[in-house]
């Protein structure tokens, strides 16, 4: 277990609001994560933190933004949320540089309606 | 050119047999590669790491890696229902961060 919880663990809502999904860490790990995981696209990177304000895009961050302000919280928003962000979110934090291990929280399913 | 590929399957296997799940990538300079198994509704785990050509064993679980034909691979040995489930392979990227491209997944089937 690598102390990582997510919240909320669902959620529906409609498009045009925005929406916040927080993993939260107990290890203080530098790294976090944050995939979108879609039928037939497999685990995507939307972004990623390598430190406390220090952040940056994967491959799918179009209609995403990120904060970490501290080091055991990063937030991922939906600023104005789509039928196309229905998914199921992932964190995942990295516990030592250089081997590039990545361990997984529990999950968020989204629905946008 | 997707950079991590894997046949999706589903790969049925009898019980007591072997499976054997195959990945291949696309970046050269790839130096850390993973398999995760995802049961239906959970989140990915870590099963195996692999760094150095050659096989590594972990219990009933050995990867084999094969850098020059850029080439993964998972076999489970013994196979049990337990382990049906969707493996999905990981390559690690070199572009400063840490950072994993994830293959598609196959979803693996072990018939009692």
């Known amino acids: 277990d690598a102390g990582i919880t997510q919240s909320p663990r669902h959620k529906v809502t409609e498009t045009g609001t925005p929406v916040t999904l927080r993993c939260h860490q107990t290890?203080?790990?530098?790294?976090m994560y944050w995939y979108r995981q879609d039928p037939g696209h497999g685990l995507r990177l939307i972004h990623y933190s390598y430190g406390v304000k220090d952040t940056d895009k994967g491959e799918v961050s179009d209609g995403y933004s990120v904060s970490r302000s501290k080091t055991e919280d990063f937030l991922l928003t939906l600023e104005s949320a789509t039928s196309s962000q229905t998914s199921v979110y992932f964190c995942a934090i990295s516990r030592t540089s250089g081997n590039n291990e990545q361990f997984f929280g529990p999950g968020t399913r989204l629905t946008v309606l | 050119q997707k950079e991590v590929e894997q046949n999706s399957g589903p790969l049925s296997v009898p019980e007591g047999a072997i499976a054997s799940l195959n990945c291949t990538y696309s970046d050269r300079g790839s130096q850390s590669f993973f398999w995760y198994r995802q049961y239906s509704g959970k989140s990915p785990e870590l099963i195996m790491s692999i760094y150095s050509n050659g096989d590594k064993e972990d219990g009933r679980f050995t990867a084999q890696l094969n850098k020059a034909s850029q080439y993964v691979s998972l076999l489970i040995r013994d196979s049990q229902p337990s382990d049906s489930a969707t493996y999905l392979c990981a390559v690690g990227i070199i572009q400063g961060a840490q950072k994993l491209v994830f293959g598609q997944g196959t979803r693996l089937t072990i018939n009692p």
């Open positions: 290890e203080n790990h530098r790294y």
